[in-house]
């Protein structure tokens, strides 16, 4: 089985900073790519920034600029530096890997989300 661990979220003021990180452990065969989703109150998930094995990012507009999206690909882990949080980052941050890992005899890839954590930004 895989898991995957987030940790790092916690209450900041506006313009502060916060760094998060998510740990995928496990039979893991190979990760392609990585990203950070997030989720407000009452709106829908979205995506907040993706990294490929290759270390090719894509962010959302609303944090360019802000946001820097890294991975540790020996440690299967991947990082979001948040610079100048604004009150409208608050939200629950998911961490996702694209991954295949091995069962039994097989390789199965597959989609793994993380169990969320909750960054607040105060005004």
């Known amino acids: 089985q895989v898991q995957l661990v987030e940790s790092g979220g916690g209450l900041v003021q506006a313009g502060g900073s916060l760094r998060l990180s998510c740990a995928a452990s496990g039979s893991i065969f190979s990760i392609n790519a990585m990203g950070w989703y997030r989720q407000a109150p009452g709106k829908q998930r979205e995506l907040v920034a993706t990294?490929?094995?290759?270390?090719?990012?894509n962010y959302a507009d609303s944090v360019k600029g802000r946001f820097t999206i890294s991975r540790d690909n020996a440690k299967n882990t991947v990082y979001l530096q948040m610079n100048s949080l604004k009150p409208e980052d608050t939200a629950v941050y998911y961490c996702?890997?694209?991954?295949?890992?091995?069962?039994?005899?097989?390789?199965?890839?597959?989609?793994?989300w993380g169990q969320g954590t909750q960054v607040t930004v105060s005004s």
């Open positions: 990294i490929t094995s290759g270390g090719s990012t």
């Open positions: 996702n890997a694209d991954l295949k890992y091995y069962s039994g005899s097989w390789i199965v890839r597959d989609d793994y």
